[in-house]
């Protein structure tokens, strides 16, 4: 036996994911986003230019193609997040109507250490407003987000955390206090290797250590949201406001990056303590500069999200039977008693399914094990043809809940079903 790759699962119930995924288009269709699918191949360069080559992601958890010819072509890899991937769509195909509301669903690849709910192949959900500098849009995306996460998905053990990052502007300044804070005697030497690289390289990125000695350091580390222009000051208030009004409950931390160089403004993430360590299953941000810095030829201001279906599938799970999962529609079984009743058993079938019957047939077997199957199955009837019934054109249709038999005439079959 070949087992699967490492860090990859297979889906052999998909119940919960289609309902998932379902429900998610309804209600995104609901606030006017329209669904867009991007390649899973992708140039490398595309997450180097928006990443930053400094992030885990381009820097060690990048899937990469390995190229059969030599060639001028760029670097292939597999997508690691959907977010570069719809601006590039957005910039080649030169999108005219803006906000561009769009969302893609689909697998995504990180060559990580597989653990509960993280794989190397993960699907996400990813949502994107390309186009529009309101901070209200953010309100609008995060209010979207906790109305579907609460009411279709009925998960209430959640807390949405929100940081904000201010402009570029904001952002140089108050590197400057970050970085003398993190000379001062006291501190510099204190904080692990791994921080102290990211000083130099991704210095935000130090308040994602989980190092505890490095965390109780940072407790007196200054906070960008209190370095804000007065523009900056009032959306984060703005921001904070409409939620509250929204009664969008949530909870600042000023600790927040999202690791990623290219957010700024609002960042966001949606976290339950039922998922343990790894506890964040929605997050998302403003990233004003990236179809820029992609190549764009105009500015434009974008806010987006996205979530992870593992993680959100292990919320799911304890919560199934709370949700409204369409039921499949009943399904009839066709037994016939020996191969000679089998082109009947087909004529009838293909009848059925014609006028929207679920129906299947079983072809092999002894009478006994064959009426078990239609049970373990769970047919709602049994339609039973033998030599006789043949003869008759009829069929012995049985009630599989109520146990009842009784012969039918092939002709009225539909009819009785339907009934
Ligand atoms: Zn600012
Ligand atoms: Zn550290």
């Not at 820097?59 to 760029?74: A, T, V, W, Y």
Request: hydrophobic share 40%.
């Amino acid at each position: 036996m070949i087992p699967r790759v490492k860090g990859t699962q297979d889906f052999i119930d998909c119940t919960l994911f289609n309902f998932v995924i379902d429900s998610v288009k309804k209600h995104l269709s609901l606030y006017h986003f329209t669904e867009i699918q991007t390649p899973i191949l992708e140039p490398v360069d595309l997450f180097v230019r928006s990443l930053g080559t400094h992030t885990d992601v381009v820097s060690k958890e990048m899937f990469l193609i390995e190229q059969r010819q030599e060639s001028s072509e760029n670097r292939i890899c597999l997508r690691p997040e959907g977010t570069a991937p719809t601006v590039r769509a957005f910039n080649e195909h030169h999108i005219q109507t803006t906000p561009w509301k769009v969302f893609a669903c689909g697998p995504m690849f990180r060559y990580e250490r597989p653990q509960k709910g993280r794989f190397r192949q993960f699907h996400q959900v990813t949502m994107e407003i390309i186009g529009s500098g309101s901070i209200s849009e953010d309100v609008q995306l995060i209010t979207m987000l906790d109305r579907y996460f609460h009411e279709t998905l009925k998960i209430s053990n959640y807390a949405l955390v929100l940081n904000f990052l201010g402009c570029s502007q904001d952002r140089e300044k108050y590197l400057v206090t970050l970085r003398k804070f993190l000379d001062k005697p006291g501190v510099t030497e204190n904080i692990c290797d791994q921080c102290r690289e990211r000083k130099q390289h991704n210095i935000m990125r130090i308040f994602d250590c989980k190092t505890p000695e490095c965390q109780e350091i940072y407790r007196t580390a200054p906070h960008i949201a209190d370095h804000l222009c007065s523009e900056c000051a009032q959306e984060w208030k703005d921001l904070q406001n409409q939620l509250a009004l929204l009664s969008v409950s949530h909870v600042y931390r000023p600790t927040l990056v999202r690791g990623l160089d290219y957010y700024n403004k609002t960042v966001f993430e949606f976290v339950s303590k039922d998922l343990g360590a790894q506890n964040t299953f929605c997050g998302g941000g403003r990233y004003n500069q990236l179809v820029k810095d992609l190549g764009g030829s105009q500015d434009k201001a974008a806010v987006g999200a996205a979530f992870g279906m593992e993680r959100l599938l292990l919320l799911l799970e304890p919560l199934r039977d709370k949700l409204t999962i369409p039921h499949l529609p009943a399904l009839h079984m066709i037994i016939p008693m020996s191969a000679q009743q089998h082109t009947l058993a087909l004529l009838l079938a293909d009848e059925l399914r014609a006028h929207g019957l679920a129906t299947d047939i079983i072809f092999e077997g002894s009478m006994k094990s064959m009426m078990r199957k239609a049970g373990s199955v769970g047919a709602a009837y049994a339609i039973i043809i033998g030599e006789t019934e043949q003869a008759n054109r009829t069929v012995m249709l049985k009630n599989m809940m109520a146990g009842t038999e009784q012969a039918v005439a092939q002709v009225d079959l539909v009819k009785v079903l339907k009934k």
